[in-house]
């Protein structure tokens, strides 16, 4: 388990990301105020809940993940459609337009973003327990993970962290199955060692590559592709439809069928936000969210079946299925309740495969 010398070092982080995120506040509202004035570019960060030509409430909504990539043409736009005639528009900021995953976030809990799109593991800075759906060899497939964050255990940890945090969750979304992509093949453990393998930059993602067997650098999503080109980084690890569309599949020789993580991505916003929401609104926001919710899922797992069939006929990226995933998943069952504080939940959860 974690020791004080941890649990004082989280606090910290915690209290650090709060003070960047007034400051990312209020550079965004002064960047509003000098756009009035014909400086800067045309993105408007600042400000919630603002009424649109028609009247509607404008819902601004950040995620760092490209055009292209089925969050955004499949949820995003079947929450658009959804919420049609419910006195709700959405504005969506793709590919990191308002920061990185981390900003947005710390954006919605102070009141300077409407919505954000954000894993577990970054969930989990501002409510630990929050992260522990991206442990890794979590869930035996995609049903066990939806089984789950419908269920009691994480509405339960929803709660308390919007109690503690003012950040409301508001739907999980399947991003994707994910899987490491190297220069060379991975057939267990010993074949990560050495390895520097890029993350997102979440406390967890270096807990989960360590145990792999691996180094995790941290790395913003829109830096991976010239990093792998230049051999700044060895490897990285992503859900397929992410891996396509950032076209990393051009840049490293081979994916490695770990399925180490099956994760999904929360929708969130501020409780001061959402309580001011009349309640059909909040009627009509939560079926947008279902909606969307299963559109993403279709697409996703399509993706992820159609582009592996793909690579696996082309002449690029190749696929290695010589996967020992039940060692790896042994060792994190084995190591990875002792690194968090979280680790009973965690058991609990596999425990209900």
Known sequence: MLDSQHTDSRSAVRGHRVAKALTLSVTAAAAVMLAGCGVGGPVEASGTNAAGANGDQVLRLAHVYEAGHPVEKCGVATLKKELEGSGITVESYPAAQL???????????TGGLDMAIAGPSFLGVWHEPAAVLDGAYLFEDVDHFVETIEGPEMQKVYDEMNAETGIKVLSGWYYGTRHVTSNKEIHGPEDMQGIKIRTPDAPLYLTNTKIMGGTATPMALDEVYLALQQGVIDAQENPIPTIASAKLNEVQDYINLTGHMIQGIN??????????????????LASAMDAASDKVRECVETEEKETLEEWKKGDGIKVNEDVDREVFAERARQMLPGEVSWGDLYKQIQDAK
């Open 99 to 109: 920061g990185s995953e981390a900003e947005s976030l710390e954006q919605v809990a």
């Open 267 to 284: 929708i969130v916003t501020g409780s001061a936000l959402y309580d001011s929401l009349p309640e059909d609104q909040k009627t009509a």
